[in-house]
């Protein structure tokens, strides 16, 4: 029996806000808890509610508050004022709502890619990273512990978070992860804010926290050691995985400073990105894991498809999206895998929508449908069309279905299942259903399920969700959906996670422990206890790179381009294939016909050898 719950009943959070009257928090505005506090949004704006108000006036939060608000700038998402109870008492603050991605996103080349975000958009979000901590200081404000969950990013626009927790006047900070703390030094200050701001930035342009990587002294993931002993990435043994961007790009004024920061304990505030190098200095090129050659004693790739642009997602339904190369303007494409056909009747702005949430492409009775949300005007809701491919009769035209009235703001595909996402719901994720009847086609909804959409984070095959302090899986499989609670996963910060079945899941983690990441091995334990992590080790991947095919025989590539091949049945051990030809950036999924990867231009299905 699959554990489940209901998010009905719960109470309601009314708050104050001075001058403004009173607003009312429901559990569909709830966001996620923290260590100090609950947050909620609505109507454009964040609300904090310390988890022990009186704790938080003890240690002078509305005096602290008064002293941040003052900063104005379109960088920094500052407190705009206190938030009192019923008796008048200060128990939280709110402050703006903010856009973006979280800034670790935009480390990885696998959400790099697909986002057009390249060289050029890393430097000018850097800038603009470095010109807000310039702004915090000019307060007198130090940031202490803007590490990259502190960050969103909105394409090249930073904004910066939880500005409560900054050292202002007599206010002291209570917590700094440890991956960026300046261990060199014993207090916090504008320069410990610069040594921060680097390792943060540097991870934007590079791709990899400056003391990760292997190094020939030091054991893997021994972070401390390494910056105590100032051995980065810039000593010519440390060798990384071919997924790390070449820092020669870098702009050779802040290179230098990166390299005598980190490699020989310099302290000091950075050049602007595009400052000229006073002196050229000769710097040492990243050692690189040996590239093997595109052959492989035990893995064979067939070429499927090679396409005249870059593959950027491939669709759980077995569509790729590509942008051409000739075009000039980087117009998104679509190919159905499966047939080895493109799909024309697709226009760029449609694929684009799938990529905002506002559409989605399922394969249903043989064909794909694609649907998308009208948000105009009164009959807000839920359409679609089938979608024909180049070579179909021209009798197989674009079939509108009848709209479906809902109030969903999201679309998304698990595999071949439609859903919707409606954020004002506690049912909150409801399957639309496709049927045909005679010369119609008609949308339904099927089922929904408890989830909670402001608190939710959407991975390749899964979800997960923070209801009210404690995380939930939303597992797709089958014909249902299993919510499952994962009361571990609370000491962590996700970056990305995947159903290998279910009754296993694999994730990547920032503890909130010790800032390292984590990769995590979850297991359901029982119908009521839900999943528990049941393995957990030091990793220097931000991205899963895994897939499962249909009869459960799943791949993992890992930095090193070894190639994990396990089952999805518990207690079957995997087997670890080498000379794979393999890097991170060799995207793994799965089809009917097999398990591929796309790389470049390229998609490849690739098999073992008997």
């Known amino acids: 029996?699959?554990?489940?719950?209901?998010?009905?009943?719960?109470?309601?959070?009314?708050?104050?806000?001075?001058?403004?009257?009173?607003?009312?928090?429901?559990?569909?505005?709830?966001?996620?808890?923290?260590?100090?506090?609950?947050?909620?949004?609505?109507?454009?704006?964040?609300?904090?509610?310390?988890?022990?108000?009186?704790?938080?006036?003890?240690?002078?939060?509305?005096?602290?508050?008064?002293?941040l608000k003052t900063l104005r700038h379109p960088h920094i998402v500052a407190p705009i004022d206190v938030l009192h109870d019923a008796q008048h008492e200060v128990v939280g603050f709110y402050m703006p709502q903010a856009s973006g991605v979280p800034l670790v996103k935009t480390f990885t080349n696998a959400w790099r890619d697909p986002n057009n975000f390249g060289l050029k958009e890393s430097l000018a979000l850097v800038e603009n990273m470095r010109l807000a901590v310039i702004a915090a200081h000019q307060i007198g404000a130090v940031l202490v512990d803007a590490n990259e969950m502190n960050y969103l990013a909105d394409g090249t626009t930073p904004r910066l978070l939880d500005v409560d927790s900054w050292q202002i006047g007599p206010y002291q900070p209570s917590a700094i992860m440890p991956s960026i703390r300046d261990v060199h030094s014993t207090g916090f200050t504008p320069l410990t804010d610069w040594f921060s701001w680097a390792v943060v930035s540097f991870q934007v342009l590079v791709g990899i926290h400056p003391y990760k990587g292997v190094h020939p002294d030091f054991k893997r993931g021994d972070l401390q050691a390494r910056m105590l002993a100032n051995a980065s990435v810039f000593d010519p043994r440390v060798s990384v995985n071919a997924g790390v961007r070449d820092y020669g790009q870098v702009p050779g004024a802040l290179l230098d400073w990166y390299h005598n920061v980190f490699q020989?304990?310099?302290?000091?505030?950075?050049?602007?990105?595009?400052?000229?190098?006073?002196?050229?200095?000769?710097?040492?090129?990243?050692?690189?894991?040996?590239?093997?050659?595109?052959?492989?004693?035990?893995?064979?790739?067939?070429?499927?498809?090679?396409?005249?642009?870059?593959?950027?997602?491939?669709?759980?339904?077995?569509?790729?999206?590509?942008?051409?190369?000739?075009?000039?303007?980087?117009?998104?494409?679509?190919?159905?895998?499966?047939?080895?056909?493109?799909?024309?009747?697709?226009?760029?702005?449609?694929?684009?929508?799938?990529?905002?949430?506002?559409?989605?492409?399922?394969?249903?009775?043989?064909?794909?449908?694609?649907?998308?949300?009208?948000?105009?005007?009164?009959?807000?809701?839920?359409?679609?069309?089938?979608?024909?491919?180049?070579?179909?009769?021209?009798?197989?035209?674009?079939?509108?279905?009848?709209?479906?009235?809902?109030?969903?703001?999201?679309?998304?595909?698990?595999?071949?299942?439609?859903?919707?996402?409606?954020?004002?719901?506690?049912?909150?994720?409801?399957?639309?259903?496709?049927?045909?009847?005679?010369?119609?086609?008609?949308?339904?909804?099927?089922?929904?399920?408890?989830?909670?959409?402001?608190?939710?984070?959407?991975?390749?095959?899964?979800?997960?969700?923070?209801?009210?302090?404690?995380?939930?899986?939303?597992?797709?499989?089958?014909?249902?959906?299993?919510?499952?609670?994962?009361?571990?996963?609370?000491?962590y910060r996700l970056l990305d996670a995947f159903m290998?079945?279910?009754?296993?899941?694999?994730?990547?983690?920032?503890?909130?422990?010790?800032?390292?990441?984590?990769?995590?091995?979850?297991s359901r334990s029982g119908a009521q206890q839900g999943f528990e992590i049941t393995a957990a080790e030091r990793t220097d991947e931000l991205v899963l790179n895994v897939a499962v095919n249909e009869q459960g025989v799943g791949v993992e590539v890992h930095p090193s381009g070894e190639l994990l091949v396990f089952s999805d049945r518990p207690g079957k051990a995997g087997r670890v294939v080498q000379n794979t030809a393999l890097t991170p950036d060799h995207r793994m999924f799965a089809l009917p016909s097999g398990l591929h990867y796309f790389h470049g231009p390229d998609v490849v299905r690739i098999s073992m050898q008997a």
């Not at 009905?8 to 559990?27: D, H, Y």
């Not at 904090?48 to 602290?64: F, H, Q, S, T, W």
């Not at 909150?428 to 408890?450: F, H, M, N, Y």
């Open 1 to 67: 029996m699959n554990f489940s719950f209901s998010l009905r009943g719960q109470q309601v959070q009314r708050v104050i806000l001075p001058g403004k009257g009173e607003v009312t928090l429901a559990q569909t505005d709830y966001l996620a808890t923290g260590g100090e506090g609950s947050l909620y949004a609505k109507g454009g704006y964040v609300y904090k509610l310390y988890l022990d108000p009186a704790a938080a006036r003890a240690r002078g939060i509305e005096a602290k508050l008064s002293l």
């Open 264 to 491: 020989h304990g310099l302290r000091s505030a950075p050049p602007g990105v595009f400052a000229a190098r006073a002196v050229a200095v000769s710097q040492p090129r990243l050692a690189r894991t040996p590239a093997t050659p595109f052959t492989s004693q035990t893995l064979v790739h067939d070429l499927l498809v090679h396409l005249d642009g870059e593959v950027v997602q491939v669709l759980g339904c077995g569509v790729a999206l590509w942008r051409e190369s000739h075009s000039g303007q980087a117009s998104l494409r679509a190919i159905d895998l499966q047939r080895k056909q493109n799909l024309p009747s697709l226009a760029p702005s449609e694929l684009e929508a799938m990529r905002h949430g506002q559409a989605a492409l399922v394969r249903c009775f043989g064909g794909l449908f694609y649907a998308a949300l009208n948000t105009a005007g009164p009959a807000s809701g839920i359409t679609g069309r089938w979608v024909p491919a180049e070579r179909d009769p021209a009798a197989l035209l674009p079939q509108q279905a009848r709209s479906l009235p809902c109030l969903a703001q999201h679309l998304l595909a698990f595999g071949n299942r439609l859903f919707a996402v409606n954020a004002s719901s506690d049912q909150g994720l409801s399957e639309i259903a496709v049927d045909q009847l005679g010369a119609q086609t008609l949308l339904s909804v099927r089922a929904s399920w408890p989830f909670l959409a402001q608190a939710s984070t959407l991975f390749a095959n899964i979800a997960v969700f923070d209801a009210l302090g404690t995380p939930y899986l939303v597992l797709p499989a089958g014909d249902s959906v299993h919510v499952t609670k994962a009361s571990a996963l609370a000491a």
């Open 500 to 522: 290998v079945s279910p009754e296993q899941v694999l994730a990547l983690a920032y503890s909130r422990a010790d800032g390292q990441t984590y990769r995590l091995s979850l």
